[in-house]
């Protein structure tokens, strides 16, 4: 013990004594377990957060789907979502041989189907208010209401005819075009006003088939819909809540969007536009003087100006006039260009304008495209191949706490089980009632595609060759009473179905919690046991990798830190191994003497590896230690996630890492281990000193 | 008296580029336990290499070199460096003391390299030599805080600590003024005279010869000549023999 605290202090001496070379060493050694025990920290941060994020969202902590699945099942994917991760085939089986599994607390089944929303213009809605005003009043005695309609009609037909004079000279179908504007013209002319008194109705239909087309195509929304049993969906994810309206009633069909998709794709662009410059100015920082493209986006929304323009009826557009002259200090008497001028926003009147706007416009015009309560038609292509439409009602926005401005939590809305295999492909009674009157009617015979050729040609035909008697088609029908009675659109939306009535049906796959600290890689195993006992395979994937392209993205993470690990590894692999050579070469005659006076070989390794492992130890503790307090600090503050990607890998707006003794340990010890490995050469060679040399006099 | 240190028919050889240079040549030679013995002769007549082999930090290429009547030809690496901790001490033309220790740690570095001592009886032992090369005021200094007569006694201070049968010393006054170097030699010889420990000089050094008991000469790896000196007279041991 004597002799190793001889060797330390000979060897502690000699770290200072050679103070460069020790800097050097030790800097980077303090770095290298900087960098390892708070990337590693962080990593770690991001994975526990991510987890929460995912597990207590959407995913639970595993997801099971069909075993003979085409596709891998991802839940998050940026674009995409066609995969084809077929069905669980007895969903309520499976749940029921689930239940017996310890470790799982709840199953939660799922399905999810892209569909497309058609918004309407500002004219699709003028017209419709238009169309319902004069129905409720005589045409010869126009009320006030429809009066101020027609002129929003005609103020919208004027300033799409300013801009049909616009695009005339490069428009490919120049008659085409010139008949365009004739008709837009002609909205605002006397001949107009005569005909729409004379004939309503017809000037209405005229109106609609030729001058409603003219504006702006129609927004067009995409949105994913995941249909759940809210129920367990509700009580077992615990980041969901409602923000606007209500969760869909125990039993009955609905949707609820994502507050998210709410925001940015269903609200009225000059507010989301508004909206977003805020939050650029507020969170961001950033400055329409020195951010160009902030100042760029000020451009854009005074341009947008029609938006609102178009969507003010004569009442309120009479309102505003005085309140934006008043408010932009101007005599202007053009609503559009007050307008425009009004949403072209600066530094000093950003503030202002903003406030103006939620108190005296947003309150004037429809806000929303759709608003809650709304019935909206969500329109998918089957697993059939055809389009089909679903009317549902909006119960209500939702988020997930934390992942508010997340727009891969955002991705998903969420509805009914039933609703969402009316999206899939899977009709509902009424309509396998009706199908099957139009069969019967029609004298239509089933034929399967296994005696197709008996059928259609015969039964002497010999069977094509390649073609499969098993080959597997899709089946609308399976599982499905066809015997039940029609009933009408309206009694299914109002019908209200049993927990068996949603679970009976198709389910593509399913979130499956456990219970606390049970472990995943247990549950895995006993879940694919379980199902393969049932009779219904399943695939069973932990979180990580369910959650496709976000699962991914920790690997990539990961596998960045190992890379810059590996590489400053590298590097003190090299330097550490080099100083000690140079070291060990210009100490060879004190190395020297100590052989000559009776040090061992053995006694000559051990004080350099002794000294590399001090400088090791106390850089690396250094290192831990600056870590250590950087990720306290950041622990308490936080780290501000850099976008709406970010902020779902960070689980919330901001990410609070936290520092664990076993990375400390692990910093510590795999750079002490590295240090020691790129010593020990240097350190035999030093061993293999001859004490003769002690003997050569110094020059 | 004893030989303490006997060398016969010792040759050793040197590969030098393709050929070999022979520094000693069938080298016969004893010196006796107690002897002040000095190895003399000019640069490169192999008296260094002669040294070495008797300081069992080099090998003989034929021949058999006995230290302490241990036959160290039949030694491993492992033998001989416990041999030269147990029986042996050195002091260096350069003084080849460890930079980095302080006057007392470079002392006591033989002893803990020898173990079994406790940290009492390693002060003790320490205390003991330095009060004898009067170096008591310098424990804390480190080496290059020191002059080189200082630093030359704070090696031989390192030498004389585990109590060796013989001390070796390289040119010890090489590198030290006259007035030093002359008071160096004669702590070494009041040393030998009180503690009967042999010495053995390598040097060139008239003083130092003039101190010997025996004066071995040297040239071109053969032994020429030895004989009394006459500081010999009067007390050192007789009995040393040299063969050519």
């Known amino acids: ?699 | 008296m004893s030989a303490i240190v006997a060398l016969k028919n010792v040759v050793k050889e040197y590969p030098l580029g393709a050929t070999t240079v022979r520094a000693l040549k069938r080298v016969d030679l004893e010196i006796d336990r107690g002897e002040f013995t000095v190895i003399a002769g000019p640069s490169g007549s192999g008296k260094s290499t002669l040294l070495n082999l008797i300081g069992c930090i080099d090998v003989a290429t034929s021949g058999e070199v006995l230290v302490g009547g241990q036959n160290t030809s039949s030694l491993n690496d492992n033998q001989l460096t416990q041999l030269r901790l147990r029986k042996l001490g050195f002091i260096f033309q350069s003084f080849n003391l460890i930079a980095v220790l302080d006057v007392f740690q470079n002392i006591e570095f033989p002893l803990l390299l020898q173990g079994g001592l406790t940290a009492g009886e390693r002060q003790t032992r320490v205390m003991d030599v330095v009060e004898k090369v009067g170096l008591k005021t310098q424990l804390r200094q480190r080496p290059s805080e020191l002059s080189g007569g200082q630093r030359q006694r704070v090696a031989i201070a390192r030498a004389l600590v585990t109590r060796p049968e013989i001390v070796l010393a390289d040119e010890p006054t090489a590198n030290l003024d006259s007035a030093t170097g002359g008071s160096i030699i004669t702590l070494m010889r009041d040393l030998n005279r009180a503690d009967k420990t042999t010495f053995i000089f390598s040097t060139h050094d008239h003083r130092v010869m003039e101190q010997a008991d025996r004066v071995v000469t040297i040239l071109d790896g053969v032994v020429n000549a030895q004989g009394l000196s006459a500081a010999a007279d009067d007390s050192a041991p007789t009995g040393g023999s040299v063969h050519a």
């Open chain 1, 1 to 699: 013990m004597n002799m190793f605290y001889m060797l330390a202090g000979i060897a502690w001496r000699n770290v200072v004594a050679h103070r460069v070379k020790s800097a050097i060493v030790g800097t980077l050694l303090f770095f290298g377990t900087f960098l390892v025990v708070t990337g590693k920290s962080l990593v770690d941060s991001i994975e526990h957060a991510m987890a929460e994020s995912i597990t207590s969202s959407l995913a639970g902590d595993l997801q099971i789907y069909d075993k003979n699945a085409k596709d891998p099942l991802q839940l998050f994917s940026f674009g995409g979502g066609g995969e084809d991760i077929g069905e669980i085939p007895d969903f309520p089986k499976l749940r029921d041989a689930l239940a017996a599994v310890p470790e799982v607390r709840a199953v939660v089944p799922m399905g999810s189907v892209n569909t497309v929303v058609f918004g309407s213009t500002e004219l699709d809605q003028a017209l419709t208010k238009l169309r319902i005003a004069t129905r409720a009043s005589p045409a010869d005695a126009p009320n006030q209401e429809s009066q101020g309609l027609l002129e929003q009609v005609q103020a919208i037909a004027a300033q799409l005819a300013e801009d049909q004079k616009v695009v005339l000279p490069i428009a490919a179908d120049k008659v085409k075009a010139q008949q365009d504007l004739d008709a837009l013209v002609h909205v605002n002319t006397d001949a107009f006003h005569q005909e729409f008194a004379s004939n309503t109705e017809s000037t209405l239909d005229w109106l609609d088939r030729t001058i409603a087309p003219l504006a702006s195509d129609g927004k067009l929304m995409y949105l994913r819909v995941l249909g759940t049993e809210m129920g367990s969906f509700t009580q077992d994810f615990s980041r969901f809540h409602i923000v606007d309206g209500e969760n869909i009633p125990e039993g009955k069909r609905g949707f609820l969007i994502s507050k998210y998709a709410y925001e940015r794709f269903v609200k009225n662009k000059v507010a989301r536009e508004l909206d977003d410059m805020k939050q650029k100015r507020d969170e961001d920082g950033l400055r329409f003087e020195s951010d160009k493209a902030l100042s760029d986006q000020a451009g854009r929304c005074s341009r947008q100006y029609a938006r609102i323009l178009f969507m003010l009826s004569p009442t309120d557009a009479r309102a505003v006039l005085p309140l934006l002259q008043k408010e932009l200090g101007s005599e202007e008497k053009d609503l559009g260009a007050l307008i425009k001028d009004f949403l072209l926003v600066n530094d000093d009147n950003f503030e202002a304008r903003y406030a103006f706007f939620y108190k005296e416009i947003a309150t004037r015009i429809r806000l929303y495209d759709v608003a809650v309560g709304d019935t909206l038609t969500l329109r998918a292509y089957t697993r059939t191949g055809y389009m089909r439409s679903v009317n549902v009602k909006i119960w209500g926005t939702f988020e997930f706490t934390g992942l508010e401005s997340s727009q891969l939590a955002g991705v998903y809305n969420l509805s009914d089980l039933v609703t969402f295999r009316q999206l899939y492909g899977k009709m509902s009674d009424s309509q396998l009632a009706e199908l099957d009157d139009i069969r019967k009617s029609a004298s239509i015979k089933e034929v399967t595609r296994a005696n197709a050729e008996d059928e259609l040609f015969g039964a002497a035909a010999e069977p094509l060759v390649g073609e499969s008697a098993e080959a597997k088609t899709f089946d609308e029908f399976a599982g499905v009473d066809m015997t039940a009675a029609s009933r009408s659109a309206a009694e299914l939306d109002e019908r209200v179905y049993s927990k068996a009535d949603m679970e009976n049906g198709v389910v593509l796959n399913a979130a499956v919690v456990l219970k606390d600290g049970a472990s995943a890689t247990d549950a895995k195993a006993h879940i694919a046991a379980a199902a393969e006992t049932a009779g219904v395979p399943v695939t069973v994937l932990d979180w990580q990798t369910a959650s496709g392209i976000v699962g991914q993205l920790l690997l990539v993470i990961k596998g960045v830190l190992v890379i810059a690990i590996l590489v400053i590894f590298l590097v003190a692999l090299f330097i550490i191994n080099n100083s000690m050579m140079m070291a060990t070469m210009e100490r060879t005659a004190e190395i020297g003497t100590m052989r000559a006076i009776g040090a061992q070989r053995g006694q000559v390794l051990a004080l350099f590896l002794i000294e590399t492992l001090l400088l090791a130890v106390v850089a690396s503790g250094l290192g831990a230690g600056f870590s250590m307090g950087l990720l306290a600090w950041l622990g308490e503050v936080g780290i501000k996630a850099p976008s709406s990607q970010a902020m779902f890998l960070f689980g919330g707006p901001r990410l609070f890492p936290a520092w664990s003794w076993l990375n400390v340990a692990f910093g510590m010890g795999s750079v002490s281990l590295i240090s020691l490995a790129s010593t020990f050469y240097p350190a035999l060679m030093a061993a293999r000193v001859q004490p003769v040399v002690a003997m050569n006099p110094k020059e």
